[in-house]
């Protein structure tokens, strides 16, 4: 094969990896995507084997799209066994719990729910509550929590506690 060949092959490569990166930089804002923390978690003890867990998290939609929710799920990583999956706690439930047992503490955001919108560029402060059938101990002495939020369209973002 001749030089002119090689040079007319990289500089071809060239142009379709700067067209490509170019599609790519320009529709970033059409992924849509959440970022978010976890702010504080609060525990309640039902009984001696059940506990309600409320998750307070900041979330911020960074794409060009809203996101709305299908659904959120909270997972429990105990310091020894196996994962525990949360039963969410409907609105009105933790509207209940907040207004009923102060030993839960002030209420400071509203809960996400489903078909809630988080507008594109926003960053919102919400909460979410989960039962799971585990002792109050347990939650205490956990690794972490995380939380699983699910757009209608399929996007999904887990977020982590990090102690």
Do not use: C
């Amino acid at each position: 094969m001749s030089k002119q060949f090689w040079i007319f092959l990289v500089l071809g490569l060239a142009v379709v990896g700067i067209v490509v990166s170019g599609v790519l930089v320009s529709t970033k804002g059409a992924h849509l995507d959440l970022t978010g923390q976890v702010l504080k978690v609060r525990v309640l003890a039902l009984n001696p084997k059940a506990s309600i867990v409320v998750v307070d998290f900041r979330v911020t939609n960074p794409s060009d799209v809203p996101f709305v929710v299908r659904s959120v799920e909270m997972k429990l990583d105990p310091r020894s066994g196996e994962t525990a999956d949360g039963k969410s706690i409907s609105k009105p439930d933790v509207e209940n719990v907040f207004k009923y047992e102060k030993l839960v503490g002030p209420k400071y955001n509203d809960v996400l729910s489903l078909q809630d919108r988080i507008d594109p560029h926003r960053t919102v402060d919400r909460m979410s509550g989960a039962r799971f059938e585990v002792p109050e101990a347990v939650v205490n002495n956990r690794k972490s929590i995380h939380l699983h939020i699910e757009d209608v369209d399929g996007a999904a973002v887990d977020i982590p506690e990090k102690k």
